[in-house]
């Protein structure tokens, strides 16, 4: 008998995965587009990565009250510890993030002028101390953080093969049902 996540775990799970994706393949797509096709593709990298936050934030709380199911016992405790370091990477990456695109995006020079809208619908709000900020500071804010951005993506990149890489090794080499865990 398998031991699954619940049903609410691997929703989030699989939405979360999604959008962080398509999040991930958007700076790679609007470096080829036009001028006036990347703007709403960078709106909408924005308004998925305040959706994974708060997708992410949903999901830590069903873990940190929901145990998940056990590992298989056949795991050598090396591959536990790297299962557990992994997921945890994970974790912060999904909240770093959007955290520090946000941060980016209220530093930027021009966002007084231009409203940041989850999906067209409403607007979302920019960090108001951010903001707030000195033109010079602002640009270091949203420099550095730009940067920080920039970095944990390829952070995340390694986290996802190794994610990936590891559920692929357990399932076809170990002949583990590890993919079935997270299958709805």
Do not use: C
Request: charged content about 15%; glycine content about 6%.
């Amino acid at each position: 008998m398998v031991k699954k996540y619940t049903g609410v775990a691997i929703a989030l799970h699989w939405i979360i995965a999604v959008g962080i994706i398509v999040n991930a393949a958007l700076p790679w797509i609007w470096e080829a587009v036009s001028d006036d096709a990347v703007r709403p593709l960078i709106d909408a990298h924005k308004s998925i990565g305040v959706t994974v936050l708060g997708l992410a934030v949903m999901r830590l709380l069903w873990r940190l009250t929901h145990r998940p199911p056990a590992l298989p016992a056949s795991y050598k405790p090396w591959e536990v510890t790297a299962s557990h370091a992994a997921h945890w990477a994970l974790y912060a990456i999904i909240f770093a993030m959007p955290l520090t695109g946000w941060i980016m995006d209220s530093a930027w020079k021009d966002a007084a002028t231009h409203p940041m809208h989850w999906f067209g619908l409403f607007e979302w709000p920019r960090i108001a101390p951010v903001m707030a900020l000195d033109e010079a500071t602002k640009k270091s804010v949203h420099d550095s953080f730009g940067a920080a951005h920039s970095l944990l993506g390829w952070v995340l990149y390694g986290l996802f093969a190794l994610h990936v890489g590891a559920a692929l090794k357990h399932q076809w080499m170990d002949g583990e049902a590890e993919l079935q865990r997270m299958l709805p």
